[in-house]
Structures are given as structure tokens and as C-alpha cells.
Nanobody, 122 residues
Framework: QVQLVESGGGLVQAGGSLRLSCDAS????????MGWFRQAPGKEREFVAA????????LYSDSVKGRFTISRDIAKNTVYLQMNSLRPEDTAVYYC???????????????WGQGTQVTVSS
């Protein structure tokens, strides 16, 4: 069972940038597709981005497309979420997800981390 630990969250002004990291352990990182979700207060957890096992294919929600970039470093067992042009509506707890294939990750079917808070002030 893979264990996931997110980091990199914080407080940023609108228009700013943050990079989230998700460190994976306890499994073979290259055998997992990876993804990011977020959950704002009072709302359901929603899909943000996903990347396949090789890193050659990515998916994004319409709300972040063009602003966020997901990537992975297999040597470091880490997946990243670069977030640019942040908006107050991006405020949420961001969670990492790991699954066998990207289709599983996209629906949140894999393993979860504990989350990292991102707050964007206006």
C-alpha cells in the first residue's frame, strides 16, 4: 500500500503561485498513476489533475486548465502541482491520489494523502 504525504500549501495573494508536492513511499512509484483533488469548505472533493505512470499523459479539470501543471519525478518518488494565476476560488485542501491507472485516479479510486491547505487571498 502506497503512503502519500502532501506539502507546499500556504497562504498566497490572488495572482500568485504555489507548488505542491506529494511524496510517495511503500510502493513502486512508477507503477502508479497520480492525481490531485481539492475540497473547499462545505463542498465535495473535486478532481483537479492527473498524470499517467510514464508522465506522458495528463488530464485537467476545466477550472484549472492553462493555470496548473501536474508533473512527476520518478527518481524522487514525487508528483508536483504547479499552480499559477491563483484565484480565491482555488482555496481548498489539496489531496494527492495514487492508483493503478489514470482512469482510477480521475475518479478518486486510489489511495489518499492527508492533504495540504491552500488559501488564496483577494
Amino acid at each position: 500500500q502506497v503512503q502519500l504525504v502532501e506539502s507546499g500549501g500556504g497562504l498566497v495573494q490572488a495572482g500568485g503561485s504555489l507548488r505542491l508536492s506529494c511524496d510517495a513511499s511503500g510502493g513502486t512509484f512508477s507503477s502508479y498513476a497520480m492525481g490531485w483533488f481539492r475540497q473547499a469548505p462545505g463542498k465535495e472533493r473535486e478532481f483537479v489533475a492527473a498524470i499517467n505512470r510514464s508522465g506522458g499523459y495528463t488530464l485537467y479539470s476545466d477550472s484549472v486548465k492553462g493555470r496548473f501543471t501536474i508533473s512527476r519525478d520518478i527518481a524522487k518518488n514525487t508528483v508536483y502541482l504547479q499552480m499559477n494565476s491563483l484565484r480565491p476560488e482555488d482555496t481548498a485542501v489539496y489531496y494527492c491520489n495514487a492508483g493503478s491507472v489514470i482512469a482510477t485516479v480521475k475518479v478518486g479510486g486510489g489511495s489518499w494523502g492527508q492533504g495540504t491547505q491552500v488559501t488564496v487571498s483577494s
